[in-house]
């Protein structure tokens, strides 16, 4: 689109493609499986106006994003770094609690929750360090002793509200420092401290934990109203305070998803285990074709299905083919972003590009795993396509940051002199 002569969407064409296909799915599905807040708002055509206008919000700051060059983009980490670690302080202490847990900050009306933002930090700060510790041979040696010193105080606070975003988030910083050449004796020690840790921690869940304890039905409830802006009047006690106090809740999510046992469907308690019966339920009756948008029936039982299980949602309306486009459509742009990262010259955008792509794509496939069972259940939405406020926003700014690195970043190309390929750097912009 141009305006005046000036175009407004700047950089790689498919990866703009990507967005608005996603977005797109996202305003169908969202509307669909949104009864739930129909009913409580009384209002059908609010929760999609809402939606909408925060999709639009997030396009617009993409448009912003990829319009600085991101070169900037470093002098930024600092301030960013300070911000996120202030606000997840805060959020422990004195933020909004929603399913046991405190995520969110209140502010003017709107909702923000602080590990989003802290989730791109992190990564524009790891790709920073690894772009200033390279030699000629990858890597240097203390490469990851700064990261991890830098990062780790991050994901513990991330961890003591929401286990799987720091687990995940975890996962893509080490993922960024395998293509960091940071070396992998280094790396292979790391897993195996981790491993030792992960073990540990599931020892000390399911020892402390008391899944008894969690009331799942009104959890979910008191969140779906919530989300509604309507409060119930009921809250869920909490035994426990300090890092552990979710551990109820986790050992109930690992014993659901541990026990292999089959029930038949005449025993199966869907009012203790709403979420995976009711996903599993969608997706059986989409007879791979689907039922087409609107045509849901899981939606009105299926707590969450607009944000944490609208996947399962996807693949009852639109059939595997339809919620095989969509796993499509990450791929690529994890792949895209790849080829953006090998023509720039410089380390620092390539390592952000695949680190931002990574993140989402990460998060994508973990959130599909969970709507057809493959991973226990977390709170991860499905990224662009969950109703969300912070999580969407931040996410078209993740995009606009790839699309700035594509349209603005010295790039390499190969030209050819003398009937040899020399190896040239220029600034390339995509219009």
């Known amino acids: 689109m141009e305006i005046k002569g000036v175009n407004i969407f700047k950089g790689n064409k498919i990866i703009w493609m990507v967005l608005f296909l996603l977005c797109t799915i996202s305003i169908i599905e969202v509307f669909s499986a949104s009864s739930m807040l129909t009913y409580k708002g009384g209002n059908y055509l609010s929760p999609i106006i809402k939606h909408a206008a925060t999709i639009i919000c997030g396009i617009v700051m993409a448009v912003l994003i990829l319009n600085i060059d991101c070169r900037y983009f470093k002098i930024a980490t600092v301030f960013l770094l300070f911000i996120s670690f202030i606000t997840l302080i805060y959020v422990l202490l004195w933020g909004k609690a929603e399913n046991d847990a405190s995520r969110w900050i209140g502010f003017a009306g709107f909702q923000f929750q602080p590990s989003e933002l802290a989730k791109g930090t992190l990564v524009l700060a790891t790709a920073q360090v690894l772009s200033a510790m390279q030699t000629e041979n990858g890597a240097d040696s203390k490469t990851m002793k700064y990261i991890l010193y830098l990062c780790v105080p991050f994901l513990v606070l991330i961890a003591g509200e929401n286990l ?11 993922m960024m420092m395998f293509i960091g050449h940071v070396p992998i004796r280094q790396i292979g020690k790391l897993l195996g401290v981790l491993m030792i ?9 399911m020892l402390v934990g008391d899944e008894e304890e969690v009331n799942t039905k009104q959890q979910l409830t008191e969140k779906t109203v919530s989300v509604a802006g309507k409060d119930n009047g009921g809250e869920v006690k909490k035994k426990r305070g300090g890092f552990l106090h979710r551990a109820d809740t986790w050992k109930g999510r690992i014993k659901d998803f541990l026990n292999s046992k089959e029930v038949p469907p005449e025993e199966y308690d869907l009012a203790d285990n709403q979420q995976v019966g009711y996903a ?11 039922k087409m948008p609107g045509n849901s029936e899981a939606r009105d039982f299926l707590p969450q299905a607009f944000s944490d299980f609208i996947y399962a949602i996807i693949i009852e309306e639109m059939g595997i083919w339809g919620a095989a486009i969509v796993a499509l459509l990450y791929i690529i742009l994890l792949f895209q972003s790849g080829r953006i990262a090998a023509r720039c010259a410089n380390k620092f955008p390539a390592y952000l590009v695949m680190g931002l792509a990574l993140l989402m794509v990460t998060q994508a496939l973990f959130n599909m795993a969970v709507a057809v069972g493959l991973a226990p259940v977390t709170g ?11 999580s969407t926003v931040f996410c078209c700014i993740y995009i606009g940051a790839i699309l700035s690195v594509s349209r603005s970043a010295k790039q390499r190309t190969d030209i050819e002199e003398n009937g040899k390929k020399k190896a040239a750097y220029e600034t390339v912009e995509t219009n």
């Open 280 to 290: 599993n339920i969608a997706i059986a009756s989409s007879h791979i074709v689907g």
């Open 380 to 390: 991860q939405p499905l990224p662009l396509v969950s109703k969300g406020g912070s």
């Open 164 to 174: 799987s975003t720091a687990i995940l988030l975890g996962a893509v910083i080490l």
């Open 197 to 205: 840790g992960v073990v540990s921690i599931f020892a000390l869940v």
